[in-house]
């Protein structure tokens, strides 16, 4: 568990992380639910890289008093432990205080009321809630972005002489081995979305904006994967497609694939969008399908209506289907070029004749 360090520190870090909340609360009662909200992150970011955090956090080299000119690979591990902790922090208070706001006693479930504090009005709730979770979200956000930085970081360490006595002379330098610091870029999520023409936010934000969350991002990569597969991918010969996904994970495409990978995007966006916008407002739970809702007495937002996310989702398609049109141009025109021969517009217009009532194309 990255909490709790020696056991002692528990409540503490959660003051330190989530400012609004008493130090008086007790670490023990929220260990199960940090428990839960760890077990979420690792699905984002990956066992591998947690299992870094853990261990630096385990370590005598977390936050110590003086930085290391040695190491400075420790500055950037206890950043990543900060940054994993907050949104633990905070999914896992998100998942405490709906029970915490009731005494759980012999007699069965009740509030706490005296002139001085009184439980706070549902509405109240709801927009604490709805916060808790955006800021959950941001923070999710802001670890992606922070491993997207740090994912190309290197150490480099000597192997310890355990020779007895040591060896003589001592080991070379050049027993030096360099490893990835932190194997976000080894990671599955990571790699997942390598395999795809859209692999970063700032490339699909191109095309629609999504308001720059990471996390949004991984939300449609199931669904963008199946757009790519389904509609994409018959488009191009299977040498022609190899050849865009190994320059994609090289990060090395030459200017002509550019020009496709620019055309195919488009349409990958926006079919992606158009399914994204029929299921995302819904939630499948072990008792039914749910659309996702807030009622208040107070202005908040709420799910557009069926009837509008179905418009909105065939508007999509069209757009979508549009430039869908425009990269199967874009690659037949390319085919004829390879094979010596010229694609010339047709003029309908001279087909027909106006002393006829029909025309036939």
Known sequence: MLFNKDGTTGSLELKALIGFIYKSINFDNLKSYVGFAERDIKKIIGTEVFQVAQDHYDSENYQLAEADEDHPEYAVLDELVSKIQYPVAVHAYRKYVPSSDLTHSDKGRQIFVSEQEKPAFEWQIEKDNENLLRLANEATDMLLEFLDFHMDD????????????????????????????????????????????????????????????????????????????????????????????????????????????????????????????????????????????????????????????????????????????????????????????????????????????????
């Open 154 to 361: 290197e150490v480099t360490t000597v192997p310890e002489d355990e020779t007895d006595p040591p060896a003589d002379p001592p080991v070379e330098p050049e027993a030096a081995v360099t490893t990835t610091l932190i194997p976000w870029k080894t990671s599955g999520a990571f790699l997942a979305s390598r395999e795809l023409f859209i692999n970063t936010v700032d490339e699909f934000q191109k095309i629609f904006m999504i308001g720059g969350s990471r996390l949004t991002f991984l939300s449609l990569l199931p669904i963008m994967r199946r757009v790519q597969d389904n509609e994409l991918k018959s488009c191009f010969t299977a040498e022609k497609y190899a050849e865009l996904i190994a320059e994609i994970e090289d990060d090395d495409v030459s200017e002509e694939n550019a020009i496709i990978l620019d055309k195919a995007r488009q349409p990958l966006a926006l079919l992606t969008l158009s399914v994204a916008a029929k299921r995302l407002t819904s939630e499948i739970m072990p008792d039914g399908i749910f659309s996702n809702m807030t009622t208040s007495v107070v202005k908040s937002k709420m799910p557009s209506s069926k009837i509008d996310r179905n418009e909105v989702s065939s508007l999509l398609e069209k757009d979508g289907l549009r430039e869908l049109r425009k990269l199967q141009d874009h690659l037949a025109k390319l085919a004829a070029t390879a094979a010596g021969e010229s694609i010339e517009p047709i003029d309908f217009t001279e087909r027909i004749d106006v002393t006829e009532k029909f025309v036939r194309l």
